[in-house]
């Protein structure tokens, strides 16, 4: 068969396939593009830029087997700066902060200037799928041998006490593993102690839709030697626990709470409306609740236009979650076409990156004043960032997504920026790839 | 290209482009759903993507990104001759296009891949490198080896239906 027969019959198939193809109408694919950032900008707003490279089906309850693993070389690992894609990244206080590559888990004590890995040694051949600090010495990881068909495969959770010097393992039970195009897998871990946390994976069975993905959960509440499955969350959205007991879920366009450690889950009602703002208020993420009870989550309102923005801002609460107020937004961010992106920076504090990047509006009193004020971000080729978290009013970082078919124009997939300008200049922290 | 024309655009590359994928993929279901994936997240980038020269090219790399990682394609592949769909306005698939569907699924991804970017979406193979981040020898390789390996097997299902015929 020459090279012409074999074009023809290739072609053959392909014109098939475009005649029979039918196109859902435009605004879906829209509300679907929508709905993926928003849930982007959801797992950030747990203040844990987490993000793993592949979506976990748990299929079975876990072994419980446990081995001591050493960490990398002794002494300390020399300081890396070229780690690749970085896939997650958490900021814990001004200074100290971890990042995540499919293959490596690397540690900064310098606001990330200079880095070491603090990989476990038992994950070496593993896919790193995501991570969690408590602090500068308690955290934990979850990584699996990805296989590339799909089969089940063993999920496994690593835990350390020491900062990563040294870690322990517990096999978590069998898994089917998705791979993710972009890094922004659907699994994330929350932990509110050193006993207690959760991690979840999206269920995405062969052959269901993305709108009809649900959310698995497992819990730990001996610090991750153990994990029980709960019963399925209601969506597949990201989780944030604040409590033993209280946490969220958010996903496309609804927020919902928990207060049985995850047992059960009710939706949060809609905020207030806007007064004189007219459309559709939905939560666009994951609250950000303080040990006084006070808190914020983000919030959208959506406008006749379903492709344009009306607004984006916070609805705060002062009892813990229970309720939330009216919501208060930033004035820049009616009529923008792309979602901007939303941190509680501080107690009070509250960030709103445009979606254009040029401008970053802040407040200080809980929303009800803004001052915007430029970024040097504009024209620096970041095609899609996300993740933004604050370790306090100023220190933050960022993340460019890692888009393996982002190509030219994209020449910075998987970095990380840093700001101590409370979003006005950013520096490269990790330059990815 | 202004914000506007996503639409236009989505439209006009949407059936090409799945095309391309059910040639991949051997599932019509399976290849719209690649496809839809990556207009949506292209369109929440309109704004980028508009100004590139070949935004559709970022959308079949996406696309591909997807399909390749999928983890339905497997099973997908297993019966995507028995359930390739017949919308009512569609042709019914024909004796051939089974052949070569059946021809392609046991191909490792990587040669099916570079077949369907090389011969169907017709790029050059050091653009297909690019876009695989392989170096060109091993785009040759995957075409070569694709492409012997579907002639060996085409050639196999004719001579059966000769046989039988």
Same mark, same amino acid.
């Given at each position: 068969m020459g090279d012409n027969d074999l074009r023809t019959r290739l072609l053959g198939v392909a014109e098939v396939g475009e005649r029979m193809a039918q196109p859902p109408p435009v605004g879906a694919v829209r509300r679907r593009g929508r709905r993926r950032a928003a849930r982007l900008t959801g797992a950030a707003l747990a203040g844990v830029l987490a993000v793993a490279v592949a979506g976990v089906a748990v299929l079975d309850r876990a072994d419980r087997d446990q081995v001591v693993t050493a960490a990398g070389p002794v002494p300390p690992p020399p300081l890396v700066s070229d780690l690749g894609p970085v896939v997650g990244a958490q900021l814990l206080d001004a200074d100290a902060g971890w990042a995540l590559t499919a293959d490596r888990l690397a540690w900064s004590d310098d606001g990330g200037r200079g880095w070491r890995t603090i990989t476990p040694g038992d994950a070496a051949g593993l896919d790193l799928l995501t991570a969690f600090f408590l602090d500068r010495r308690t955290g934990w990881l979850v990584a699996a041998d990805l296989p590339r068909d799909g089969s089940p495969v063993e999920l496994t959770a690593f835990r350390t006490g020491d900062g990563g010097a040294t870690w322990r393992r517990s096999?978590?039970? =069998?898994? +089917?593993?998705?791979? +993710?195009? /972009?890094?922004?897998? =659907? *699994?994330?871990? +929350?932990?509110?102690? $050193?006993?207690?946390?959760?991690?979840?994976?999206?269920?995405? *069975? =062969?052959?269901?839709?993305?709108?009809?993905?649900?959310?698995?959960?497992?819990r730990t509440t001996d610090g991750g030697r153990t994990w029980e499955r709960l019963p399925d969350a209601p969506t597949q959205g990201a989780v944030h626990f604040v409590s033993r007991s209280r946490g969220w879920q958010s996903s496309v366009g609804g927020l919902w709470e928990t207060r049985d450690g995850g047992r059960t889950w009710a939706a949060v009602p809609a905020p207030p409306p806007v007064p004189g703002r007219d459309g559709r208020l939905e939560f666009a993420g994951l609250p950000t609740?303080?040990? /006084?009870?006070?808190?914020?989550?983000?919030?959208? *309102?959506?406008?006749?236009? =379903?492709?344009? *923005? $009306?607004? $984006?801002?916070?609805?705060e609460t002062r009892d813990g979650g229970s309720t939330w107020g009216t919501p208060r937004l930033d004035p820049g961010t009616a009529g923008d076409s792309r979602f901007p992106i939303l941190a509680v920076a501080a107690s009070r504090t509250l960030l709103s990156l445009d979606g254009d990047q040029r401008t970053i509006s802040r407040s200080d009193d809980g929303g009800r004043t803004w001052a915007r004020r430029g970024t040097d971000l504009a024209g620096r080729g970041y095609t899609a960032l996300y993740g933004m978290s604050f370790a306090d009013a100023t220190t933050g970082w960022l993340l460019s997504a890692y888009l393996s078919g982002c190509g030219r124009g994209c020449d910075s997939e998987g970095a990380v920026l840093g700001t101590r300008s409370a979003g006005r200049a950013w520096a490269v922290v990790l330059p990815g790839r | 290209m202004a914000s506007d024309d996503f639409e236009a655009f989505y439209l006009a590359h949407y059936g090409r482009l799945v095309g391309q994928l059910l040639a991949m993929l051997?599932?019509?279901?399976?290849?719209?759903?690649?496809?839809?994936?990556?207009?949506?997240?292209?369109?929440?980038? !309109?704004? !980028?993507?508009?100004?590139?020269?070949? %935004?559709?090219? !970022?959308? #079949?790399?996406?696309?591909?990104?997807?399909?390749?990682?999928?983890?339905?394609?497997a099973r997908s592949r297993r019966r995507a001759a028995e359930r390739l769909p017949t919308p009512a306005a569609a042709p019914a698939p024909t004796a051939d296009l089974l052949d070569v569907l059946a021809a392609m699924r046991p191909l490792p991804l990587r040669q099916?891949?570079?077949?369907?970017?090389?011969?169907?979406?017709?790029? %050059?193979?050091?653009?297909?490198? #690019?876009?695989l981040r392989v170096p060109a020898g091993t785009v040759k390789s995957r075409l070569a080896r694709g492409r012997a390996a579907l002639a060996r097997r085409l050639g196999a299902a004719e001579g059966e239906e000769a046989r039988r015929g």
């Open positions: 096999a978590m039970g =069998p898994a +089917s593993v998705q791979q +993710s195009e /972009d890094g922004t897998g =659907p *699994l994330n871990l +929350s932990f509110v102690d $050193a006993g207690h946390g959760w991690l979840r994976v999206t269920s995405r *069975l =062969p052959g269901q839709r993305a709108e009809d993905e649900t959310g698995t959960l497992l609740v303080f040990e /006084d009870g006070t808190g914020f989550v983000p919030v959208l *309102l959506h406008g006749g236009d =379903p492709g344009v *923005l $009306a607004g $984006a801002g916070f609805a | 051997g599932d019509l279901a399976e290849a719209e759903d690649a496809v839809q994936e990556a207009f949506a997240r292209a369109s929440v980038r !309109w704004r !980028w993507l508009s100004a590139y020269d070949a %935004p559709d090219a !970022w959308v #079949r790399r996406v696309a591909f990104n997807v399909a390749r990682n999928s983890l339905r394609r099916r891949e570079a077949l369907v970017l090389h011969y169907v979406a017709g790029l %050059p193979v050091e653009e297909i490198a #690019r876009q």
